[in-house]
């Protein structure tokens, strides 16, 4: 090869790199995460309030009659209850968390009863799920306040 051909194939070859640096390496896009699951597990079962702790002070307060004092989550994100001598219904989400919706009851029970705190916890749920020994946990914002929940058994259609 001459000194020509030499040179001419160096500057192809020089161009080459130049153009493949230019452009830098291949980017691959990255994907959209999936949304988040659905914990279908707490779905379609009668759970029986049975206490609450306040995180900060440690004071747990157990529910006399838990089968008075229950919350039922349906697959269409509706969910309806127990409060003592009344009932209530509402929504909920799953989105960054278990958030309930506006549960509103449909009576008073009056004195006695702990249908009034139970509502405003439930109204002030921000996280909960399933608690690894078979029962529910709920939390208000911030964890102050843990409610616990036994299985009641698969809610009547």
């Known amino acids: 090869m001459n000194r020509e051909t030499r040179s001419a194939t160096l500057l192809a070859t020089l ?33 029986q309030w049975v206490s609450v702790t306040n995180q900060s002070t440690g004071e747990e307060t157990s529910v006399r009659s838990p089968e008075k004092y229950t919350i039922t989550f349906n697959a269409d994100g509706t969910l309806n209850g127990q409060a003592d001598c009344t009932t209530f219904n509402g929504t909920y989400s799953q989105k960054g968390g278990l958030t309930i919706l506006g549960a509103s009851k449909t009576g008073l029970c009056g004195a006695g009863s702990l249908d009034e705190q139970y509502l405003a916890l439930l109204n002030s749920v921000a996280a909960g799920g399933p608690d690894g020994a078979g029962g529910l946990a709920l939390e208000t914002a911030g964890g102050e306040q843990r409610m616990l929940f036994k299985n009641g058994g698969a809610a009547s259609k």
């Open 15 to 47: 161009g080459i790199v130049i153009l493949v640096a230019a452009c830098g390496p291949a980017t691959t896009p990255t994907p959209t995460p999936a949304p988040a699951p659905v914990d279908t597990t707490i779905q379609g079962i009668v759970w």
